[in-house]
Every structure is written in structure tokens, then in C-alpha cells.
């Protein structure tokens, strides 16, 4: 025989469920994280970026928007195929094509010139270095994508850091501490000594590996860049004006509106007020490393050279330099011309230089050629869209035998 | 809470188990949102990138 049933009100509070059932709290915990981590592992894949050019302000770390390396390489899947020849573009504003509107920009070109067989993708970052983001992604994609080009340019006599520049080290760090690189002893001990022998980074290593190995577990970078992206940024920055578009809108509304160098007349990209400061730092690009011979010329400090040397080994296994194509960057003529004789002997020697160092790395080397004057430059560094087509022209007859040379087509 | 007491002590004890193990669940759904998106806050650089060219 059953006890009659109890009315609800009946009930004495002590007899009253509790709302809080810890069993069903840790089931919902654990399940939605796991429900995350896989949300952020399958979005992390996806192609975000469906009208990408390259990675604008608003999209990118100037606006605490951080790429994953996922992501990266999403968007090269989505644009690359296997059968082509990956070309991969780093480096900083100057590879970024600053002063060229998208529709003009030096890489648009260098795909019509190179044509279908191969698929340049534009990963390159203002303030950036040849070792970063785009470097790092050639490096994980290099499995999927065999047949690749990685072209990146840097100043004369600029080394590279095997972690890559600070602002843009998480992408290394990504890569890194999720066993995505290639495993190579040297950049190993770079890393080794940076945490362990330098006494102001030995705290950060738990910091750093533990934080790519929580979201290794956890995918929270590529669910809230999802979400950034696709609904609501949600980190304050001070790059837009008014707070409704530096914080709140989704980053897919933003559109690639760099400006155009040719809409500012020649007389004010170059201006006889900065005349002075950039001319010295055109000669303070080669002055600190060079001394005199006895004969008059010019020779590379000898420390100096070595550094150079050591940095651009490390910074790349001997496999993924065969396949890099680095562009030494020249300063703009109308203040190289400022110089003294003396000094643009130095200035020249460095360039034939640095290509001696670069390719005796194992690097493919080049350098502007003499064709590009002023009005190919839209500052002291950048190129204007006429200066970016010689590059374009540049770049494609180095790739082309690259391609030829790593056996990826045929002469 | 104590709303959310009386609310259940005035259903059925079924149903009472029932939502009570409901509500735990969807705070522990609310609770891994907010931890998964604070890893993500946290992991962001704390110092700004300002790009300047020269």
C-alpha cells in the first residue's frame, strides 16, 4: 500500500529539493566546454575571412585582433589549391602593399603575372619581420602545401629573430608549443636560451606554454575571433575614433580601405621639413655596421657579420630556406641621393652585401633593381602602385625559376 | 535564490528534482562560457601593438 501523496505546499523547507545539484553543475560545465573546444576547433577552420586581401588594421593586432595560426591557414586553403604553386607573402607595410589601395596592390599583380599554376596569398604584417606570422604559417602548411614559395623582404643588413618580432611572437608561440613547427635543434636552443638563460623572460615560460596548451585543450582563440569576427568585438581599442566601431562592430564589417600614395602630390610625400631626419636614417642603415679599409673602401664589422650570419641560419631549417625567397628592401632614391658619395658606396656595398649573406645561408636573395626611382615610392620605404608593379615584375622572375628549381614544374 | 527556492518548493517533488538539476546544468553551461571566454581575455597581449613606420 502506498503513502499518500504530500501537497507541494506541504513540504517542509528541509524536505524542499535544493536548486543547486552540483553533479548536474559539473555535467553542464564540463559538456559545454568540450562543446566549445570543438565549436572553436571546427570554426578555427573555416575560411573567415570570405573577401580577404590581407590582414588590414581591423584585423590584426593593432586592434588586439589576433590571428590564429588556424585561421591563417584557412584562408589559404580556401584560396590554394594543391596542384599550385604556394606563394606565400611576409614581411612588414612594404610586402603589406601600404599605400596601395587592394584593388592595385603589389600582389594582385604578382598572381596575374605568375598566373593560375601558382596562388599567392598576402600574410604579411605592418611592423612585421620575415620570421613572422606569414613565415610561421608556410612553415605548419608545408606538408599540405609541398609545392611552396615563401617571399618575404627586410631592410639591408637586417637579420631575422628565430622567434620572430615581439608584437607578432604569439604566432610563434602558437605554432611552437602545439608541435606544428618543423623540429630543429638550433631555433630549439634559441628558445631554450631565451626562457632559461635570460633571468627576465625564466617566469614566463609556464605563462606562455601553458596558455597555448590551455587553448590547444580548449580552443578559446579561434571561438572569440569566431565570434569577433562573425557578431561582436569585445576588447577595447584606441586605433578607431568613436567606441561603436572600435569595440562593438564585427570585424567582417570592416573592409581593406588602404589609401593611395598617388592621391598626395610628390612635393608632399617628400617634404623639406622631414628632409633631414630621413636622410639620417637612410645612413643609419649601414653606418654602425661598416668601418673603413685601408685601401678606402668599405668592409662589414666583423662581429656584426657574424651575428647577421647566425640569426638568418637559426632562424629557418636548411629545407625551409631553400625555399625562401627574401627581397632586401632599398630606401628611396631621392633621399639615398642625399648622401655623400662615400656614404652611397657604403649604402651600395651593403645591399650586394647582404644578398652574399643571405644566399650563403642557403636563402634566395634579391634586391630592387636600378629602374625604381622616386616616383615609385610613396616615402622614404614605401612603393607607390607604380613602384609595387616593378616589384610584382621583381618577385616573378625569381619565383619562376624557384619553382623550376625545387622541382615543382617543369621548365 | 530564496525566489527560486519557493518556486520549487511549490512543485511537485518530481518536477522540483527535475528543474533543480535543469537550473545546475545551465549554470554550468553559463559558468564554462564565462571561464572559456575569460581564457580568451587573458591569453590576449596585455600590452597594445602601436604600429609606427620610419
Keep these: 500500500m502506498s503513502a499518500p501523496a504530500e501537497h507541494p505546499s506541504l513540504l517542509t523547507p528541509r524536505e524542499t529539493p535544493g536548486w543547486f545539484r552540483p553533479g548536474s553543475f559539473v555535467l553542464?560545465?564540463?559538456?559545454?566546454?568540450?562543446?566549445?573546444?570543438?565549436?572553436?576547433?571546427?570554426?578555427?577552420r573555416r575560411d573567415q575571412y570570405p573577401h580577404f586581401t590581407r590582414f588590414f588594421p581591423a584585423i590584426s593586432p593593432e586592434v588586439s585582433y589576433y590571428p590564429t595560426v588556424a585561421e591563417m591557414g584557412a584562408i589559404v586553403r580556401a584560396r590554394c589549391r594543391p596542384d599550385q604553386v604556394l606563394v606565400i607573402v611576409g614581411g612588414n607595410s612594404i610586402f603589406y602593399g601600404s599605400g596601395q589601395p587592394p584593388e592595385l596592390m603589389w600582389t594582385r599583380r604578382l598572381q596575374e603575372l605568375?598566373?593560375?599554376?601558382?596562388?599567392?596569398?598576402?600574410?604579411a604584417f605592418r611592423g612585421a619581420t620575415a620570421s613572422d606570422g606569414a613565415a610561421v604559417v608556410a612553415e605548419v602548411l608545408r606538408r599540405e602545401f609541398p609545392h611552396q614559395i615563401y617571399v618575404a623582404n627586410v631592410g639591408t643588413l637586417q637579420a631575422i629573430n628565430p622567434l620572430g618580432s615581439i608584437p607578432y611572437r604569439f604566432i610563434f608561440w602558437e605554432a611552437y608549443y602545439k608541435g606544428e613547427l618543423v623540429t630543429y635543434a638550433p631555433?630549439?636552443?634559441?628558445?631554450?636560451?631565451?626562457?632559461?638563460?635570460?633571468?627576465?623572460?625564466r617566469s614566463e615560460w609556464l605563462d606562455t606554454?601553458?596558455?597555448?596548451?590551455?587553448?590547444?585543450?580548449?580552443?578559446?582563440?579561434?571561438?572569440?575571433?569566431?565570434?569577433a569576427m562573425d557578431w561582436i568585438f569585445t576588447v577595447p581599442t584606441s586605433y578607431y575614433p568613436t567606441l561603436a566601431e572600435g569595440l562593438l562592430r564585427a570585424r567582417k564589417s570592416f573592409s581593406d580601405r588602404e589609401g593611395n600614395f598617388d592621391d598626395t602630390p610628390f612635393r608632399q610625400r617628400f617634404r623639406t621639413d622631414t628632409l633631414k631626419l630621413e636622410t639620417d636614417i637612410t645612413r643609419g642603415f649601414t653606418g654602425p655596421h661598416y668601418e673603413r679599409t685601408a685601401d678606402?673602401?668599405?668592409?662589414?664589422?666583423?662581429?656584426?657579420?657574424?651575428?647577421?650570419?647566425?640569426?638568418?641560419?637559426?632562424?629557418?631549417?636548411?629545407?625551409?630556406?631553400?625555399?625562401?625567397?627574401?627581397?632586401?628592401?632599398?630606401?628611396?632614391?631621392?633621399?639615398?641621393?642625399?648622401?655623400?658619395?662615400?656614404?652611397?658606396?657604403?649604402?651600395?656595398?651593403?645591399?650586394?652585401?647582404?644578398?652574399?649573406?643571405?644566399?650563403?645561408?642557403?636563402?634566395?636573395?634579391?634586391?630592387?633593381?636600378?629602374?625604381?626611382?622616386?616616383?615609385?615610392?610613396?616615402?622614404?620605404?614605401?612603393?607607390?602602385?607604380?613602384?609595387?608593379?616593378?616589384?610584382?615584375?621583381l618577385v616573378a622572375d625569381n619565383v619562376r625559376p624557384m619553382a623550376v628549381e625545387l622541382g615543382y614544374l617543369s621548365p | 535564490m530564496k525566489m527560486l527556492q519557493m518556486l520549487l518548493s511549490r512543485l511537485p517533488p518530481r518536477l522540483a528534482t527535475l528543474v533543480s538539476h535543469v537550473l545546475s546544468l545551465m549554470a554550468g553551461v553559463l559558468a564554462a562560457v564565462i571561464l572559456h571566454y575569460v581564457l580568451y581575455r587573458i591569453d590576449l597581449p596585455s600590452k597594445p601593438f602601436i604600429y609606427v613606420a620610419f
Excluded at chain 1, 606554454?209 to 565570434?227: M, S, T, Y
Aim: glycine share 8%; proline share 2%; aromatic share 14%.
Design chain 1, 187 to 201: 631555433r630549439d636552443n634559441v628558445v631554450h636560451a631565451y626562457f632559461w638563460d635570460d633571468l627576465t623572460h
Design chain 1, 114 to 123: 605568375l598566373g593560375d599554376r601558382y596562388c599567392v596569398v598576402n600574410l
Design chain 1, 28 to 44: 553542464g560545465l564540463a559538456g559545454a566546454l568540450i562543446a566549445l573546444s570543438l565549436l572553436g576547433w571546427w570554426l578555427g
Design chain 1, 209 to 227: 606554454a601553458g596558455r597555448v596548451w590551455l587553448d590547444r585543450a580548449l580552443h578559446f582563440r579561434d571561438f572569440w575571433n569566431w565570434v
Design chain 1, 296 to 393: 678606402g673602401g668599405w668592409r662589414m664589422r666583423s662581429p656584426e657579420k657574424k651575428e647577421f650570419e647566425w640569426f638568418i641560419r637559426v632562424a629557418m631549417p636548411e629545407q625551409l630556406r631553400r625555399r625562401t625567397l627574401i627581397v632586401v628592401s632599398k630606401n628611396c632614391p631621392f633621399y639615398v641621393e642625399r648622401l655623400s658619395a662615400e656614404e652611397r658606396a657604403r649604402d651600395g656595398q651593403s645591399y650586394s652585401d647582404s644578398l652574399t649573406i643571405w644566399r650563403a645561408a642557403g636563402y634566395h636573395a634579391a634586391t630592387y633593381t636600378d629602374d625604381f626611382t622616386a616616383h615609385d615610392y610613396g616615402d622614404r620605404a614605401h612603393l607607390t602602385v607604380s613602384g609595387g608593379r616593378k616589384l610584382a615584375a
